[in-house]
């Protein structure tokens, strides 16, 4: 299944897209897609319900609608830095031993489509497209053999960074990757059946028209169940929680002469199975 959540900010409602982008608003039988959702094998209820209900239904068209996040605000998003070995030589920054973890603010995360905006003194605006996984249970020490099981699905997330604020103000990353609007998600959630092998998948990014990245998951250094199992052994993983796993060569910081993101600029991205994204820069 496809999981949208569709509206204006703060009044999304829960639906499941069609493949002819039209959908079905579920918010009658299902309060939203949240940790509570996912905890009580909502995934599941849902299926089936799907299944006895769904043609029935009154279907709406996607087109022209806003699309929110895919899930309602987790309890956290992780993300993982330099997980391919040709973004941390263009970042001159040596392939790490483990995963480099670092939190993005649940405050950062917007509709796929929302605009984006650069922060008060930001001056050097940076993209990076990523498959992100949605847990789908509580789990700690998970072992590798049994990540999958932890999983909810995928979903398309452009992991926006301020490097000024990142790598020139001293002390953490996470400066540069917490702010307003940094985390766009979706369009949908694509349940763990509709993406058999997350580690073959092809993805991209554009800046006004022109590409920018143009990878796969298979470059990644950890993979999905090696990253599900030792992001766990710090902390335990709650249903509903983002674990973004790191972008390829392209962004902003490796050019030779870096152009960052101005006003104005498009942003466009996909990842193969699980639809494509767009974002316009805006001043903050």
Request: aromatic letters at 10%; a negative charge.
């Amino acid at each position: 299944m496809k999981l949208i959540r569709f509206g204006e900010p703060g009044q999304e409602k829960p639906g499941v897209l069609f493949d002819d982008a039209t959908a079905v608003d579920v918010s009658a039988y299902f309060r939203d897609y949240n940790e509570e959702f996912f905890a009580k094998d909502g995934l599941i209820e849902l299926r089936q319900w799907f299944e006895d209900y769904a043609p029935s239904l009154t279907r709406v068209s996607i087109p022209g609608l806003r699309l929110g996040p895919p899930i309602s605000r987790p309890s956290k998003i992780i993300c993982i830095g330099l997980n391919f070995r040709d973004h941390a030589r263009e970042s001159k920054m040596e392939v790490p031993g483990e995963p480099v973890l670092f939190l993005k603010a649940t405050t950062s995360l917007v509709g796929p489509n929302d605009s984006v905006f650069i922060p008060r003194g930001g001056q050097k605006l940076d993209w990076e497209v990523e498959l992100a996984v949605v847990i789908g249970k509580e789990g700690k020490y998970i072992a590798q053999s049994s990540a999958f099981d932890y999983v909810a699905g995928y979903v398309l997330h452009n992991d926006y960074s301020e490097r000024s604020f990142q790598l020139e103000r001293g002390g953490q990353w996470v400066k540069g990757k917490r702010a307003d609007t940094f985390a766009p998600l979706g369009p949908f959630l694509a349940t763990r059946d509709e993406i058999p092998n997350p580690g073959q998948l092809a993805m991209w990014l554009k800046v006004n028209g022109e590409y920018r990245q143009n990878s796969t998951t298979a470059n990644m250094i950890f993979d999905v169940p090696y990253l599900v199992s030792y992001v766990s052994q710090f902390m335990r993983l709650l249903p509903g929680d983002v674990l973004s796993t790191g972008t390829p060569a392209g962004v902003a910081l490796g050019l030779s002469t870096p152009r960052y993101l101005q006003t104005g600029d498009i942003v466009e991205l996909g990842i193969e199975g699980l639809g494509t994204s767009r974002q316009q820069i805006m001043k903050g």
